[in-house]
């Protein structure tokens, strides 16, 4: 978030998909919720990232920590969310 005085000139929307770190406009940029409504989420913004089309469509109805597994097992490595590390 520290990036968005810099960019603000530019007309490019500089939100970054909190999993994968792609930078995101306003065409393309989608809301996830870390826990889906479906398994008890909420709306509070707490609950609410940022997200590409890619990794929200891959993501469906898991959790975070589920995503995480499914990445995890395809990359067979630790994966960490681009959130996580900002
Ligand atoms: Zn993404």
Redesign the pocket.
């Known amino acids: 978030m520290q990036l968005r005085k810099r960019h603000r000139k530019s007309k490019i929307y500089t939100r970054h998909?909190?999993?994968?770190?792609?930078g995101l406009r306003k065409a393309t940029a989608t809301r996830d919720h870390q826990v889906p409504i479906c398994k008890g989420g909420s709306e509070a913004n707490g609950n609410i990232v940022w997200?590409?089309e890619?990794?929200?469509n891959q993501k469906a109805n898991l959790d975070v920590g589920g995503y995480r597994q499914v990445l995890e097992q395809r990359a067979g490595k630790p994966v960490v969310f681009y959130g996580e590390r900002v």
Request: charged letters at 10%; aromatic letters at 18%; a positive charge.
């Open positions: 998909c909190w999993y994968c770190g792609l997200s590409c890619r990794c929200n």
